[in-house]
Nanobody, 126 residues
Framework: VQLQASGGGLVQAGGSLRLSCAASGLTFGGYVMGWFRQAPGKGREFVAAIKWSGGSTDYTDSVKGRFHISRDNAKNTVYLQMNSLKPEDTAVYYC????????????????????WGQGTLVTVSS
């Protein structure tokens, strides 16, 4: 299984970025997909998740209204559109195939996923 994340970079506060994660080696449409992030000196945290068909999504409170997760099952790809970026959004962002069960209580606990991508760095300057 491979999860290849891309789209990170340097952006000014208030700007936007779109992350992509291309998956291979798994039945993509059968997995809840998500994004996590790890800021310098901090632990990994949940950012967003999307159900198998894309009908339901969940976000951590700090990104609600600014970030939007989506997926294209025909392309085996999950996206994270990030708008109104803040310096505190600076982190390495990881995509993940979380699992086959939609459990929003799990998302806010210890970060767990069946498969992890390699991460892409997002830096937001003030």
């Amino acid at each position: 299984v491979q999860l290849q994340a891309s789209g990170g970079g340097l952006v000014q506060a208030g700007g936007s970025l779109r992350l992509s994660c291309a998956a291979s080696g798994l039945t993509f449409g059968g997995y809840v997909m998500g994004w996590f992030r790890q800021a310098p000196g901090k632990g990994r945290e949940f950012v967003a998740a999307i159900k198998w068909s894309g009908g339901s999504t969940d976000y951590t409170d700090s990104v609600k209204g600014r970030f939007h997760i989506s997926r294209d099952n025909a392309k085996n790809t999950v996206y994270l559109q990030m708008n109104s970026l803040k310096p505190e959004d600076t982190a390495v962002y990881y995509c993940a195939a979380i699992g086959q069960i939609w459990d929003t209580t799990q998302f806010m606990g210890v970060p767990e996923a069946k498969y992890w991508g390699q991460g892409t760095l997002v830096t937001v300057s003030s």
